[in-house]
């Protein structure tokens, strides 16, 4: 029987000592889609829970968007709405700030009852792919981009709308990239984010406005744990969600909620270190570092086949486009926006590769499991770059080639021959069948625009 990983139980000790008055624990797991499930607690229970974990249905990782289980996934009915059991991560036991009473929360993972990984936990995906970087002796630093709009509670017609400035009364219009007086129009529902981050821990640095009405940017400074950045972009993205409801208007990280304006996207900045600290990107002449294009070559090989990992959903696709600056073609280069892995040279230490192609909407521990089985598929065969690093626009001088469409998408990650090396043939068919469901039930739906084209007129 394989012990697995367990939080150590005195960090109950420690933190209700240090919050006596804490009632609620939230014990929190996030499914295929990054959405956050899981149970409440007394905190009484809470001991216990470190000690002997909780049961939550294997079902739970075969939950479409809408929460539904996905029966052709057989993690439902076929084993019976059978339970594993779940683990609490260390560390991970913070405040919720938002909370009228005093709650905190625990994030968790899920095991076979013999303590086994279950297989559709996708951060126990991604922690078997960080292993393999561990044989090497190398370790993962990483850090997110995460983008998100500001909406008000109230729709038009079941269409978002920017929430009216605290200050000024007014509903942004225009897109104003990098405008501090943006951040001043909702400072105080910005920096309550950036308290409760710090509250809860997690490194959120800076909040940027982004080029559109209401749409910002958090960054998160890097952390040598790729598990723990990942967790990191799931509790941020909640506590936006809770700020942003406490000061009455509503975030959507939606991937396309305005068509003419930006989608939200998911940058992630990704370094590696060797046993003696050293980032093996360093190098004076980045584009002709031999590892570092080892890595981008592997990266660029796999990321047409990772496109449903990255842009899970219908409406992902609807991000892409130049003029938004998301990349819709494998492609490299040096301090160049307009790629789809960036190479930032501010430093020679700070030398990392930066994936620009995933949307606000993307799993981040499929989206980092996707990065890095590039990354180790490019080292370990010592692959070449089929282009140099391009200078000047891409948009202009690589035809768009990514899928743009999630059918095609799940089509290249179902036959991919690379992926099951890294993860579970299982568990690619399983997020095949969720997806298939959801794409199926969407194409099923007819829209207003289709009503307004041909209802009256063929």
């Given at each position: 029987?394989?012990?697995?990983?367990?939080?150590?139980?005195?960090?109950?000790?420690?933190?209700?000592?240090?919050?006596?008055?804490?009632?609620?624990?939230?014990?929190?797991?996030?499914?295929?889609?990054?959405?956050?499930?899981?149970?409440?607690?007394?905190?009484?229970?809470?001991?216990?829970?470190?000690?002997?974990?909780?049961?939550?249905?294997?079902?739970i990782f075969a939950l479409d968007i809408n929460g539904t289980t996905v029966e052709s996934s057989g993690l439902g009915l076929d084993i019976g709405e059978a339970d594993r059991i779940c683990y609490p991560i260390a560390g991970t036991l913070s405040l919720e700030?938002w909370q009228k009473r005093p709650t905190a929360q625990l994030l968790m993972t899920m095991h076979e009852t013999d303590g086994q990984p279950f297989f559709a936990d996708p951060r126990e995906i991604l922690r078997q792919i960080v292993k393999k970087f561990d044989?090497?002796?190398?370790?993962?630093?990483?850090?997110?981009?995460?983008?998100?709009?500001?909406?008000?509670?109230?729709?038009?017609?079941?269409?978002?709308?920017?929430?009216?400035?605290?200050?000024?009364?007014?509903?942004?219009?225009?897109?104003?990239?990098?405008?501090?007086?943006?951040?001043?129009?909702?400072?105080?529902?910005?920096?309550?984010?950036?308290?409760?981050?710090?509250?809860?821990?997690?490194?959120?640095?800076?909040?940027?406005?982004?080029?559109?009405?209401?749409?910002?940017?958090?960054?998160?400074?890097?952390?040598?744990?790729?598990?723990?950045?990942?967790?990191?972009?799931?509790?941020?993205?909640?506590?936006?969600?809770?700020?942003?409801?406490?000061?009455?208007?509503?975030?959507?990280?939606?991937?396309?909620?305005?068509?003419?304006?930006?989608?939200?996207?998911?940058?992630?900045?990704?370094?590696?270190?060797?046993?003696?600290?050293?980032?093996?990107?360093?190098?004076?002449?980045?584009?002709?570092?031999?590892i570092l294009r080892n890595a981008v070559a592997g990266v660029l090989q796999t990321l047409p086949k990772s496109m449903a990992f990255l842009c899970p959903n219908v409406n992902s696709y609807r991000r892409f486009g130049a003029q938004f600056y998301v990349p819709?073609?494998?492609?490299?280069?040096?301090?160049?926006?307009?790629?789809?892995?960036?190479?930032?040279?501010?430093?020679?230490?700070?030398?990392?590769?930066?994936?620009?192609?995933?949307?606000?909407?993307?799993?981040?521990?499929?989206?980092?499991?996707?990065?890095?089985?590039?990354?180790?598929?490019?080292?370990?065969?010592?692959?070449?770059?089929?282009?140099?690093?391009?200078?000047?626009?891409?948009?202009?001088?690589?035809?768009?080639?990514?899928?743009?469409?999630?059918?095609?998408?799940?089509?290249?990650?179902?036959?991919?021959?690379?992926?099951?090396?890294?993860?579970?043939?299982?568990?690619?068919?399983?997020?095949?069948?969720?997806?298939?469901?959801?794409?199926?039930?969407?194409?099923?739906?007819?829209?207003?625009?289709?009503?307004?084209?041909?209802?009256?007129?063929?």
């Open positions: 029987m394989t012990v697995p990983l367990r939080a150590d139980p005195k960090e109950v000790d420690v933190f209700l000592k240090k919050y006596p008055d804490i009632q609620f624990i939230d014990l929190l797991i996030a499914d295929m889609n990054g959405v956050v499930r899981g149970k409440r607690i007394e905190s009484a229970s809470l001991k216990k829970v470190y000690e002997k974990g909780i049961n939550l249905p294997a079902s700030p044989a090497l002796g190398l370790t993962i630093c990483a850090a997110f981009e995460v983008e998100f709009y500001l909406i008000d509670q109230e729709n038009i017609n079941g269409r978002p709308q920017p929430p009216r400035s605290p200050i000024s009364g007014r509903r942004p219009q225009s897109t104003q990239v990098y405008l501090i007086d943006d951040l001043d129009e909702y400072i105080d529902c910005l920096q309550n984010i950036l308290d409760g981050a710090k509250v809860q821990g997690i490194p959120a640095d800076a909040i940027v406005k982004e080029s559109a009405p209401a749409q910002f940017e958090v960054n998160l400074n890097h952390v040598c744990d790729a598990l723990k950045a990942c967790d990191y972009a799931i509790l941020l993205k909640r506590l936006i969600k809770n700020i942003a409801y406490d000061h009455e208007m509503d975030s959507t990280f939606m991937a396309k909620p305005y068509p003419k304006q930006a989608g939200n996207g998911l940058h992630l900045h990704v370094s590696i270190l060797d046993k003696e600290g050293t980032n093996i990107f360093t190098s004076a002449n980045p584009d002709q570092h031999p819709n073609a494998p492609t490299w280069g040096l301090d160049n926006r307009t790629v789809a892995i960036r190479i930032p040279t501010d430093t020679p230490n700070g030398m990392r590769i930066e994936h620009r192609v995933a949307g606000a909407d993307a799993n981040p521990y499929l989206l980092m499991a996707a990065l890095l089985i590039g990354i180790h598929h490019g080292l370990v065969n010592k692959l070449e770059p089929s282009m140099e690093a391009v200078a000047g626009n891409a948009y202009e001088q690589y035809e768009a080639s990514l899928p743009n469409n999630l059918r095609d998408a799940l089509r290249e990650l179902d036959v991919c021959e690379i992926f099951p090396n890294y993860i579970d043939r299982k568990y690619i068919d399983v997020f095949v069948a969720c997806k298939e469901s959801e794409l199926e039930e969407f194409e099923l739906s007819i829209s207003d625009l289709e009503y307004n084209w041909y209802l009256h007129t063929v």
